[in-house]
């Protein structure tokens, strides 16, 4: 059976924007007409290509919040239009910037921003005879970044010493993007003679090539997922779409999808940690996210943020600069036109708040895989990793399960020993609702529509009554021979009672009682309470005078710290023991009541 909805954890993604009072403002966009992003972000600082004399840009610390004044400081980077920025992906720091002057620059930053106008640049990049187009840092080499110029050259340089590692010709007309793959070993280029090319990094060669997108019109090539390409363009008829092809035949796409018409050029961005696909447009109002994996069509549509303002330029940023006790997996910066940056955070939905390591797995670390020095040597390596948050990933991380075998309680028990069930009449089976000693008749000589016969409903009364006229003479004459029953030895000097009072609740079934029942049982125990006031034999007892002892007090101290001997002596020691704790118990509860009495007086009198 076909599967209805694609299972995914990203197919939920939304986004949030930041409320504008917490957002920048007052920026002044640059006018110039190239098709590039004007804006680069990283966790300390936004970069923003603006208008002014020459080709200035600012660099504001993320954090700030409000107007930006007029004349607040910025780097005056050259003396003609700056086209493209970009941040080191080692160190937040350093920003590199080209411009239609020829040159491209590298730039250090301070840490706390710019205290007044940048007019000297770290190293300055002078090779190319036209305009630098575009540039792009290597992904894991230190210090090394790829230019590429209007007179169609590209250049591979080592920023350290400023000089020019490779000079990589070839392409027929203007290069509109460059992008390097995972590790550096290779980039891809989109020219406008149409054509994809994939060379390789160290040598220049072309390794692969194939045609892109019909349109005249500028089209981009970044590498995604398994080392697939993504390409962005138009139709003969000013269509928009993308495709995804693979790099041993680029000229026949895998998939392809035309999305609208607009002459805005669409700008991927891929983020590698959790296979999510941006695609934006200068001067739309809207971003489109896709999901990137191996399952067919392998680029799967998740949804579209569309706000009133079109985007002037647009800044991604990294994953060490996101909030991860937020679930969020991305953030954009997004200039509009009317000079506001707009803060859009992407999250996940989830219901616990702890980290969450499939969000989150380890990404590009500051530290680079290797030098310039090794880069132009021929050696490649995969980037660092480290975590998004190593502190909240520590902290959620599962200790293992230390199993701890306890000893069986329960195999200790004897088992229930098997007894056969013996058929009773009603009257020899113990009943909790009769008050009076089971009868001693044999089984065989009870009748067996004998039935319990309730007298008194209030008063909880019940006796044994038989359906049938008459007894059986045998029955009364077994009654006759039954001898008479020993009474048990009684002490002389304690009083006997008379009647043996229980309340109803201690002899029925736990249930529903009546409210004559409970009048019945709350008098039985006043009954009780009033005969335990009643003193003992040996409280009624003569004080015995402190002069002369008598017999017995003298063999009773006498007996104060003697070892019992046998079992009888034993026996009446805690027979003793008991009689005193009666007499305790019965003096303390006398005063609880008399207590009782004396403050319901007092809570009640006038």
């Not at 590199?96 to 007044?116: F, H, N, Q, Y």
């Not at 008829?237 to 392809?256: G, K, M, V, Y």
């Not at 009954?527 to 015995?544: F, G, M, T, V």
């Not at 005078?545 to 020691?573: F, Y």
């Amino acid at each position: 059976m076909a599967q209805i909805v694609r299972q995914s954890k990203f197919r939920h993604v939304f986004c949030k924007p930041v409320k504008h009072e917490q957002c920048m403002s007052d920026i002044r966009v640059t006018e110039i007409t190239w098709d590039s992003l004007f804006c680069d972000v990283n966790p300390k600082f936004i970069a923003l290509i603006t208008r002014g004399a020459g080709g200035p840009f600012m660099v504001i610390p993320v954090n700030k919040v409000g107007r930006i004044d007029k004349d607040y400081p910025f780097v005056d980077a050259h003396k003609a239009p700056c086209l493209e920025v970009a941040w080191s992906p080692f160190n937040d720091n350093v920003i590199a910037s080209c411009s239609e002057d020829t040159t491209c620059k590298v730039w250090v930053i301070p840490d706390r921003g710019l205290s007044r106008n940048l007019v000297e640049p770290a190293v300055e990049l002078c090779g190319h005879q036209k305009r630098v187009n575009t540039l792009a840092w290597h992904p894991t080499a230190n210090n090394v970044l790829l230019t590429a110029g209007g007179e169609n050259i590209m250049y591979l340089w080592n920023v350290g010493t400023g000089e020019a590692l490779l000079e990589i010709a070839g392409h027929p007309d203007q290069i509109f993007s460059i992008s390097f793959n995972y590790d550096g070993s290779q980039f891809v280029t989109a020219c406008k003679d149409k054509k994809i090319r994939i060379l390789d990094s160290h040598t220049g060669a072309v390794l692969h090539e194939g045609v892109g997108h019909e349109g005249v019109k500028p089209q981009r090539a970044i590498f995604v997922k398994d080392g697939l390409v993504l390409t962005t363009g138009f139709t003969k008829r000013s269509e928009r779409l993308f495709a995804l092809r693979a790099p041993e035949d680029l000229s026949t796409p895998i998939i392809e999808e035309e999305l609208d018409t607009s002459n805005g050029v669409l700008f991927p961005f891929f983020d590698e940690d959790t296979g999510l696909l941006y695609l934006c447009g200068k001067g739309d109002c809207a971003i489109r996210y896709y999901e990137v994996n191996n399952e067919a069509p392998f680029v799967h549509y998740i949804n579209t943020y569309t706000t009133s303002e079109p985007q002037r330029a647009i800044g991604f940023q990294s994953k060490r600069g996101i909030s991860s006790e937020e679930n969020e997996v991305v953030r954009i910066y997004k200039l509009t036109t009317k000079g506001i940056v707009d803060i859009l955070q992407f999250f996940v939905p989830r219901k616990s708040d702890l980290f969450q390591h499939d969000l989150y797995p380890d990404t590009r670390s500051t530290i680079p895989a290797m030098t310039a020095e090794e880069f132009s040597e021929g050696k490649n390596a995969p980037p660092n990793r480290q975590p998004v948050n190593a502190e909240a990933a520590a902290a959620s991380a599962k200790p293992k399960v230390a199993v701890v075998k306890k000893a069986n309680i329960l195999n200790t028990l004897a088992p229930t020993a098997a007894e056969s069930p013996q058929a009773k009449s009603y009257s020899e089976t113990p009943s909790a609702q009769s008050s009076a000693a089971p009868s001693p008749r044999p089984s065989s000589q009870a009748s067996p529509r004998q039935r319990p016969v309730v007298v008194d409903d209030d008063m909880g009364i019940v006796t044994m009554r038989e359906q049938a006229p008459s007894r059986p003479a045998s029955s009364r004459a077994s009654r006759s021979e039954i001898p008479p029953k020993e009474e048990p030895k009684t002490d002389p000097m304690k009083p006997k009672q008379a009647v043996q009072l229980k309340s109803r609740a201690d002899r029925d079934e736990p249930g529903a009682m009546t409210a004559g029942q409970r009048r019945a049982a709350a008098e039985l125990d006043r009954i009780k309470r009033d005969q335990s006031r009643l003193p003992d034999a040996e409280e009624l007892a003569p004080p015995i005078p402190q002069g002369g002892q008598s017999a017995s007090r003298r063999s009773s101290n006498a007996d104060i710290g003697k070892v019992p001997t046998n079992m009888e002596e034993l026996l009446e020691d805690l027979m003793k023991m008991k009689a005193v704790l009666r007499q305790h118990e019965r003096r303390i509860r006398m005063l609880e009541e008399e207590i009782a009495e004396r403050n319901m007086s007092n809570a009640y009198s006038f």
